[in-house]
C-alpha cells in the first residue's frame, strides 16, 4: 500500500541553525502537504505542495513529484518552531495518508 | 481562516458507555474527516464524509460509526467504548477541489477506563 516515510524522527538544533526535514512517499501522490502540530495542539497546514518550491517566512518546501520525495527546510530556527512536523499525501485512493512526523526542538 | 470546532475537548468515560464526539466547520466544505492520533502510529483515518448524509468508512473504523446530518456538522460515535480507545481525536474539513488543504480542529482528548 501507499507508505509515507518521514526523516529524521526527531531533530534537535541550537536557535538559528537551520533544518531540514524529509518525506518519501511509495507512490505517485495527487496533493503532498506539510502540517505543523505544536505539542498537544491543532494540526496547522503549511504547505499545499504537489509539486515545485513554495515559501513562506523561513518555510520552504521542495516537492519532487516524479521522484516521490518532499523537503522541508527552516532557516534560522527558533525555539516557536518546536514541535511535529508532518508529511501527508493523497493518493489514488483518495484519502490523506499522514507519515509518522519529525520532532523538532530547537534550543535557546 | 477557516473554522472547525470539536466538542467535547476533553471526556472521560468508561468502558461499555456510549460516547459522541462532535465537529463543527463554517467553511462550507464537503468533506470532512475523523482521525485519531497515537504515539507511534501518527494520525490514522477512521471516517469520512464527502457530504450530508454521507459516511465512508476508513482505515480503522471497527467500533467507531459516523454521522454527517448536514454540511457543518459531522460526529464520531463510540456505541461501547473501549480503553483502547483512548486517544486524541481530531476533525478536519477540506475542498473537493484541488486545493486539498485540509483544516483541523483543536482535538478531542478522550480517556477510557
Known amino acids: 500500500g501507499q507508505q509515507v516515510q518521514q526523516s529524521p524522527a526527531s531533530l534537535v538544533l541550537q536557535e538559528g541553525e537551520n533544518a531540514e526535514l524529509q518525506c518519501n512517499f511509495s507512490s505517485t501522490a495527487t496533493r503532498l502537504q506539510w502540517f505543523y502540530q505544536h505539542p498537544g495542539g491543532r494540526l496547522v497546514s503549511l504547505f499545499y505542495?504537489?509539486?515545485g518550491t513554495k515559501h513562506t517566512g523561513r518555510l520552504t518546501s521542495t516537492t519532487v513529484t516524479n521522484e516521490r520525495r518532499s523537503s522541508l527546510h527552516i532557516s534560522s530556527s527558533q525555539t516557536t518552531d518546536s514541535g511535529t512536523y508532518f508529511c501527508a499525501i493523497t493518493g489514488n485512493t483518495g484519502k490523506l495518508i499522514f507519515g509518522l512526523g519529525t520532532t523538532l526542538q530547537v534550543q535557546p | 481562516e477557516a473554522a472547525v470546532t470539536q466538542s467535547p475537548r476533553n471526556k472521560v468515560a468508561v468502558t461499555g458507555g456510549k460516547v459522541t464526539l462532535s465537529c463543527n466547520q463554517t467553511?462550507?466544505?464537503?468533506?470532512m474527516y475523523w482521525y485519531r492520533q497515537d504515539t507511534g502510529h501518527g494520525l490514522r483515518l477512521i471516517h469520512y464524509s464527502y457530504g450530508a448524509g454521507s459516511t465512508e468508512k476508513g482505515d480503522i473504523p471497527d467500533g467507531y460509526k459516523a454521522s454527517r446530518p448536514s454540511q457543518e456538522n459531522f460526529s464520531l460515535i463510540l456505541e461501547l467504548a473501549t480503553p483502547s480507545q483512548t486517544s486524541v481525536y481530531f476533525c478536519?474539513?477540506?475542498?473537493?477541489?484541488?486545493?486539498?488543504?485540509?483544516?483541523f480542529g483543536e482535538g478531542s482528548k478522550l480517556t477510557v477506563l
Open positions: 467553511n462550507n466544505h464537503n468533506n
Open positions: 478536519a474539513s477540506g475542498d473537493r477541489g484541488n486545493t486539498g488543504q485540509l483544516y
Open positions: 505542495n504537489p509539486s
